[in-house]
Nanobody
Framework: QVQLVDSGGGLVLAGGSLRLSCAASSGTTRDYAMAWFRQAPGREREFVATISSNGGYKRYTDSVKGRFGISRDDAKNTAYLQMNSLRPSDTAVYYC?????????????????WGQGTQVTVST
């Protein structure tokens, strides 16, 4: 098992950048695919990005391609989401998740472990 702690959210102007972190407070991230999802008010949780357990596979939702980058540092038991060129439409609570299968799914119900979420607000 792994326990995840999300951090790094905040308030930023449109066009700005943030880096989210997902740290394992217990257990190790090494064997898990890691992903980020987000949920805006009144909307369902949606997939943002995933990285496989060996880091060789990454996938992004279309709306963040070219702006966001997912990475991992298993020596630090941490995954990251670098978010650039932020837009007001990126405003949401961002959640990291871990999947024992390891290959990088896009469906939320494939992930067994979740962080508590971190708020990202992008203003104009």
């Amino acid at each position: 098992q792994v326990q995840l702690v999300d951090s790094g959210g905040g308030l930023v102007l449109a066009g700005g950048s943030l880096r989210l972190s997902c740290a394992a407070s217990s257990g190790t991230t090494r064997d898990y695919a890691m992903a980020w999802f987000r949920q805006a008010p009144g909307r369902e949780r949606e997939f943002v990005a995933t990285i496989s357990s060996n880091g060789g596979y990454k996938r992004y939702t279309d709306s963040v391609k070219g702006r966001f980058g997912i990475s991992r540092d298993d020596a630090k038991n941490t995954a990251y989401l670098q978010m650039n060129s932020l837009r007001p439409s990126d405003t949401a609570v961002y959640y990291c998740a871990a999947d024992e299968a390891g290959w990088g799914a896009v469906r939320a119900n494939r992930y067994q472990y979740w962080g508590q979420g971190t708020q990202v607000t992008v203003s104009t």
